[in-house]
């Protein structure tokens, strides 16, 4: 089945800081979504984003299929950013999500 | 904005007890789903279901395992007798269709004592 790999595993900012959060697949996708999950576990959803960039206030992703690899950015990070942001993907030939295996943010004040 | 719900928010349970988790899709989704997140893993695929029966299980899913979707709104997950290991939280999700935006609900974590 499809792999699923995130880059780093763990990051740590000052308030204020910008961050580049990768995630790498190893095969062709029909569906690509970024998740940060909060405190209380809850799965927020950040970007649906099969293909090309989108922006939302201050994050932005861009997936770029042909070379299978997603990057979130966070700009001017802010304590509330804190948490683990993952990866999903669904294969061209299977129903289900594939996630990575997160990255841990931790943004101090 | 719809979202998909689920029911209860926590729940505690003895060894060997069956459990019903519950979620409410949402309501023109086609495609619905159930994960699992042990404590400190990735969240893992369980189950999808469209048209009223299973469409892909992963090696999770296995016979203690059942999804139901009883009526025009509710989507089920049954465990017929939990284990300590079963002790997670499940996120249900829902899809209009293959391929789209699969939309997540809050969890329900599941503590088997």
């Known amino acids: 089945g499809i792999q699923v790999e995130q880059s780093p595993p763990d990051l740590i900012l000052q308030e204020g800081a910008n961050s580049t959060l990768r995630c790498n697949f190893s095969d062709s996708v029909n569906n690509l979504q970024w998740f940060h999950q909060n405190p209380w576990g809850q799965l927020i959803n950040l970007f649906y984003i099969p293909s090309g960039t989108k922006q939302n206030g201050r994050l932005s992703a861009t997936t770029v299929a042909t070379e299978r690899y997603s990057l979130l950015y966070i700009s001017s990070s802010q304590t509330t950013d804190s948490g683990v942001y993952f990866c999903a993907v669904e294969g061209n030939y299977g129903q289900n999500f594939v996630f990575g295996p997160g990255t841990r943010l931790s943004v101090l004040p | 904005e719809p979202e998909v719900t689920q029911t209860p928010s926590h729940q505690v349970t003895q060894m060997g007890q069956e459990v019903i988790l519950r979620c409410v899709p949402i309501s023109n989704h086609l495609y619905f789903y159930w994960y699992r997140q042990i404590l400190g893993q990735k969240v893992e695929f369980l189950v999808s279901f469209y048209n009223n029966e299973i469409s892909e299980k992963s090696e999770i899913f296995d016979d203690q395992f059942s999804v139901e979707r009883p009526d025009g709104s509710n989507f089920t997950l049954k465990i017929r007798s939990t284990k300590l290991e079963d002790s997670a939280m499940y996120f249900c999700?829902?899809?209009?269709?293959?391929?789209?935006?699969?939309?997540f609900g809050p969890g329900t974590r599941l503590t088997v004592l």
């Open positions: 999700a829902s899809s209009l269709g293959l391929g789209d935006e699969q939309f």
